[in-house]
């Protein structure tokens, strides 16, 4: 099982052959698309800086000289690059006239290299999920839509109901223990 | 706590999941302390729309888009269109949500929370747009539909609106010294018109007040207000009108046929010009005359006055239930929310009121949906205890 924490170490882009680069960005795009969103509120535009973010660094990647780990070099970056895009977005934002538009809080933290225990569990969660097998993570993913009743995800995945909840069970077995360590507390509120 | 899985009914478990959280109540407390903990978990992980949202975004997709980036010139990022995808989404991806998982930050001091969908369902103002007649009379503005003062002129009160019959035409309205006056009174809550006797527009922002009399007196127009109104004078070179402010107590606008806005709430009184030419008057220093997209700031304490360019549509959104934000920090804006939705806001730590926005929103008739796109920043989340709307940091430590 891939594991994805902060603690992998320096690492150094020019050596990595395009298949590990691959794994790098399926480890990684889920999570930094959260961090941009956060700043953005708007999941395509969070893409569009993500995958943008690859792409330059892919491109350049024997001149960047990372000191921390990626997923700290890649936050930073990708954060940077959602603000720059704030202020492009307020400023055309300016000349229109729409009577809805999202939020963009002014007062972002200032990037930092390591993410915080949040962020990190963010990662983890991402990450636990990822790795279940491709059905059932499928199966778990459609489940979290609002209000999919199991006959819906059977219809959708082309599988049977009881499949369906199968997997569900295998799913949340594999999960609970990650659960447990994101999510200390919550069985003290529980128990009141 | 690492204690081999004992007895979980998984068929009661995923059957219990399937069904809405509201269903599900009663049912989940005959359930072990490990299966509503792991239903909590499940629930805590499937009301984060940050991370919902994330989970549903394709990388295998997004791996073979990157690889025509890398070979296509770089494309514009976001599209028009975009925009309204983003804003259908967003909606799609606010659940209850976002409660549970801060509590799992906030154990201690989180339990008597409960979320504002929960605590404020269908909220309501509570009280009642009034007119107070000439002689005293507080009468509820939607139990009727018109009234007749003293004088003879007819009232209509309909659709958000008041109106005052003319009195020139028709041979009615005060002669004498001591004209009739009436207030109209908009709680919290409200947002409400007034046509006065010379065809002057009157919007009266929540948790405002304006005394006005029934006919003008024929040598000027005379009303006083309290909280915020923006109004459309009739133009009259002959016939001068005046707003008092808080009772004279913060000034006065002498206006040349104009429309405009006046803002009271608190210790700064804004007068913001949209057309024409008003005169702003304070109690005690020199009058200032405005231009166009011109602002007054009167500090009523200090006694200090100081004029500035705006954009004074931004300032009279309100009317049509719009919000204009500009570097708007979080405790103007929650006492905002407390006017327009009659609520009380209050802050979990002191540092969260000098958050800024940026932005519009169009009120909606639930305070839920400015909620949700607030939370949506990622700074702050909302909880309900006691009544009271709670502003939390949603990175809580």
């Given at each position: 099982m891939k594991t994805a924490h902060f603690n992998d170490g320096p690492i150094d882009l020019s050596a990595l052959e395009r298949k590990d680069y691959e794994s790098l960005f399926h480890q990684y795009y889920q999570w930094l698309c959260l961090q941009v969103y956060k700043i953005t509120e708007d999941w395509h535009a969070s893409e569009d800086i993500v995958q943008d973010f690859f792409v330059k660094c892919w491109q350049n990647r024997a001149s960047i000289q990372i000191r921390e780990t990626f997923g700290g070099f890649a936050v930073v970056s990708v954060r940077n690059a959602a603000l720059n895009y704030l202020k492009k977005e307020s400023t055309r934002l300016k000349h229109e006239t729409a009577s809805f538009s999202t939020f963009s809080g002014e007062e972002m933290p200032s990037p930092v290299s390591v993410p915080d225990e949040t962020e990190q569990r963010y990662l983890q969660i991402i990450t636990a999920i990822n790795n279940l097998p491709e059905q059932r993570r499928k199966a778990f993913i459609l489940s979290r839509q609002h209000n999919k009743k199991y006959a819906e995800i059977a219809v959708e995945l082309g599988i049977s109901v009881n499949t369906v909840k199968m997997h569900l069970r295998l799913a949340y077995q594999e999960l609970r223990n990650v659960l447990k360590l994101l999510l200390p507390f919550f069985f003290f509120f529980l128990k009141k | 706590m690492q204690q081999v899985p004992h007895h979980i009914n998984w068929e009661l478990l995923i059957d219990l999941l399937e069904k809405p959280v509201a269903e599900r109540q009663g049912l989940?407390?005959?359930?072990s302390a490990e299966e509503q903990a792991l239903i909590a978990r499940l629930q805590q992980l499937k009301d984060d729309p940050l991370l919902t949202g994330a989970l549903q975004l394709d990388t295998v997709q997004a791996w073979a888009r990157m690889m025509e980036k890398e070979t296509a010139p770089v494309r514009r990022l976001v599209g028009g269109w975009k925009k309204w995808v983003a804003a259908a989404s967003l909606l799609l991806l606010v659940g209850a949500g976002g409660w549970l998982w801060m509590k799992s930050r906030h154990t201690q001091s989180v339990q008597r929370y409960q979320t504002v969908a929960q605590a404020l369902p269908n909220h309501a103002p509570s009280g009642k747009v009034q007119l107070i007649t000439a002689d005293g009379h507080a009468i509820e503005?939607?139990?009727?539909k018109q009234l007749k003062e003293k004088d003879g002129t007819l009232i209509r009160l309909q659709q958000g609106t008041v109106s005052y019959q003319g009195g020139q035409s028709n041979g009615i309205?005060?002669?004498?010294?001591s004209p009739l006056m009436n207030t109209l009174v908009v709680p919290r809550g409200y947002i409400y018109s007034l046509v006065l006797s010379d065809g002057s527009k009157v919007w009266l922002n929540a948790d405002s007040k304006i005394s006005f009399p029934v006919q003008f007196d024929k040598a000027e127009r005379k009303v006083a207000i309290e909280g915020e109104a923006y109004f459309e004078v009739v133009h009259n070179d002959k016939w001068p009108f005046t707003v008092a402010i808080a009772g004279g107590s913060g000034g006065a606008v002498k206006v040349l046929g104009t429309s405009f806005d006046i803002k009271t709430y608190g210790k700064k009184i804004y007068t913001t010009l949209v057309t024409g030419s008003v005169l702003f008057t304070p109690p005690v220093a020199n009058p200032v005359r405005l231009t166009p997209d011109q602002q007054t700031v009167f500090n009523v304490a200090g006694g200090v006055i100081q004029t500035k360019k705006v954009i004074a549509g931004d300032w009279i959104a309100w009317k049509d239930d719009d919000l204009v934000m500009i570097k708007m920090p979080l405790d103007e804006l929650a006492a905002i929310l407390e006017r327009r939705y009659d609520v009380q806001v209050s802050f979990?730590?002191?540092?969260?009121?000098?958050?800024q926005y940026n932005g519009a929103f169009h009120f909606t008739g639930n305070i839920i949906d400015i909620l949700n796109s607030l939370e949506q920043t990622g700074n702050i989340l909302f909880a309900v205890k006691n009544k009271t709307i709670v502003i939390l940091p949603a990175n809580g430590k």
């Open positions: - | 989940v407390a005959s359930l503005i939607d139990s009727v309205g005060s002669q004498s010294n979990a730590e002191e540092r969260l009121k000098n958050i």
